[in-house]
């Protein structure tokens, strides 16, 4: 069983910053492609960034220039950090990670349970 727990969200002012984290923990092999999404009240989850294996990263053009998706594979864990927060960005954010796991390395897709970002104007 793979867990994905984030962490890093709360309240802040419009121009701050926060440091999200998504940590797996379970019987892991690896884990490959990681995408943050977050899903705001009455609107639909949405993709915020991703990394894959390799360290590539894309972002949604909305957070283009002030959000950074990197990895830790040593600690199995995501982050992203946000800079220059709008209030548009205030939602709660999830992680979602295809994982190889258990003694077959069978891979699938996780998702956590969300941490909720705030933002001030």
């Known amino acids: 069983q793979v867990q994905l727990v984030e962490s890093g969200g709360g309240l802040v002012q419009a121009g701050g910053s926060l440091r999200l984290s998504c940590a797996a923990s379970?019987?892991?092999?690896?884990?490959?492609?990681v995408d943050w999404y977050r899903q705001a009240p009455g609107k639909q989850r949405e993709s915020v960034a991703s990394?894959?294996?390799?360290?590539?990263?894309n972002y949604a053009d909305s957070v283009k220039g002030r959000f950074t998706i990197s990895r830790d594979n040593a600690k199995n864990t995501v982050f992203l950090l946000m800079n220059s927060l709008k209030p548009e960005d205030t939602a709660r954010y999830y992680c979602?990670?295809?994982?190889?796991?258990?003694?077959?390395?069978?891979?699938?897709?996780?998702w956590g349970q969300g941490t909720q970002v705030t933002v001030s104007s």
């Open positions: 979602n990670a295809v994982v190889a796991s258990g003694p077959l390395r069978l891979t699938y897709s996780y």
């Open positions: 379970g019987d892991i092999f690896s884990i490959n492609d």
């Open positions: 990394i894959t294996t390799g360290g590539n990263t």
